[in-house]
């Protein structure tokens, strides 16, 4: 079966010209988020509104331009979407490989063009780095969220990698097979027609998943901030009574202990008028930090409001949690911060309770800032727990 090609392919060349231009504009829209990848997409997506032009100019301008170069511009457009996904996912671009196998294939597109002229051969070139890049874009995105729970963005961006290269490996398979046939009837017969139809709709659809991915990422980065506090990092006040909540919740459904640590540094204003509010802003940052590296993967800090904190260690018997409080203190009393303020020495007291079933967060919270209240109130650097939850002589 042979169709004209230009009725065919120039409606889906033009639509997927004006989404490439809607696309950079997208991406051009976001080069201040300061996001990886954006860029190498921005390029990406540049480099196809060049060359579908140049492919629809065969025949009007010289073929070291409507071929050469504009299978060319694809293959960096190909190198560059790659080189986005390795970069958004933190991963090496790999430039060696990829502008080195666009380099052969220009190689191979010129020696086939015109040193012996051959269609089949000019397409496999094209078809197979294509077919390469795309098969290890799937590969990098599966590589990366494989184990982890990631968004549907993720596996459509793969599912369409992978499309892509089949698409492109039958092409390639199909014009060799077609061999002897002379090359009008090679580029009009039906198959090659649908397989750059389905190619040329697959790649802005790669570049909206990209999109997509950009979107859920800054949207992350948006909760991420409001949840935390901005200085310490954090939880919120607010996050952190869901986070309690939800904690809570788990605690009744698991029969697991749940122990609440209300933190507060000792004589915080005297830090402030000694050294000045930016030394004591580098406490509360180090102070924060150095919590953070004595907890679990699945505990929760968060900042009540100036220099007090709270901790949530879930799955935790009273005892352990005592033991965690403990560390902090000493880890508090025996390091001081160093800063271009000078050192700065500081202690804590910390209250701790244990959730009761039936209680809701507030109550929890309550009979831990009692404890605390009792801990600063009998010489303060000590760690007093909720006289509910369990006896202090019974772990002296």
């Not at 060049?50 to 190909?78: E, F, K, T, W």
């Not at 094209?126 to 963005?153: D, E, N, P, Q």
């Not at 998943?209 to 800054?218: F, K, N, R």
């Amino acid at each position: 079966m042979t169709i004209d090609p230009t009725l065919v392919l120039a409606p889906i060349f033009l639509t997927t010209e004006l989404l490439s231009m809607a696309l950079c504009m997208a991406f051009a829209s976001l080069r201040r988020s300061g996001l990886p990848g954006v860029w190498q997409w921005l390029v990406a997506n540049c480099a196809v509104v060049i060359y579908l032009p140049l492919l629809g100019l065969r025949g009007m301008v010289p073929d070291s331009i409507s071929i050469v170069v504009a299978n060319g511009v694809q293959a960096l457009s190909l190198a560059m979407y790659y080189a986005g996904c390795a970069s958004f996912l933190g991963r090496p671009p790999r430039w060696r490989l990829l502008l080195g196998g666009a380099i052969l294939q220009v190689l191979g597109v010129t020696y086939w063009r015109y040193a012996q002229d051959s269609l089949p051969m000019r397409v496999m070139a094209i078809s197979i780095y294509a077919a390469l890049v795309c098969l290890a874009t799937a590969w990098l995105m599966v590589s990366h969220y494989r184990g982890h729970r990631r968004s549907v963005h993720y596996r459509l961006l793969t599912g369409l990698s992978c499309l892509l290269a089949v698409t492109q490996v039958v092409r390639a398979i199909y014009f060799y097979q077609l061999h002897p046939v002379p090359t009008s009837i090679m580029l009009a017969s039906g198959w090659n027609i649908i397989l750059l139809c389905l190619g040329a709709a697959i790649m802005p659809a790669l570049s909206m998943a990209a999109v997509l991915m950009l979107h859920e990422s800054l949207q992350t980065q948006a909760e991420d901030a409001a949840n935390r506090d901005f200085m310490t990092g954090a939880l919120s006040r607010k996050h952190l009574f869901t986070t309690g909540q939800q904690l809570i919740l788990q605690a009744a459904a698991s029969r697991r202990p749940l122990v609440l640590l209300l933190i507060d540094l000792d004589h915080f204003k005297s830090i402030n008028d000694t050294f000045g509010h930016a030394a004591g802003d580098e406490v509360l940052c180090a102070f924060a930090e150095m919590v953070r590296g004595h907890l679990r993967s699945h505990d929760a800090l968060g900042r009540l409001g100036g220099e007090e904190f709270a901790v949530l260690l879930p799955d935790t018997p009273i005892e352990a949690a005592w033991l965690v409080a403990e560390r902090l203190r000493l880890h508090a009393q025996q390091r001081p911060v160093s800063s271009r303020f000078g050192e700065c020495r500081y202690s804590i007291s910390i209250g701790v309770a244990v959730w009761q079933g039936g209680e809701s967060f507030d109550q929890l919270c309550r009979r831990a800032d009692q404890a605390l209240y009792q801990a600063k109130n009998t010489g303060r650097n000590r760690v007093q727990i909720s006289q509910s939850a369990v006896s202090n002589t019974a772990l002296a």
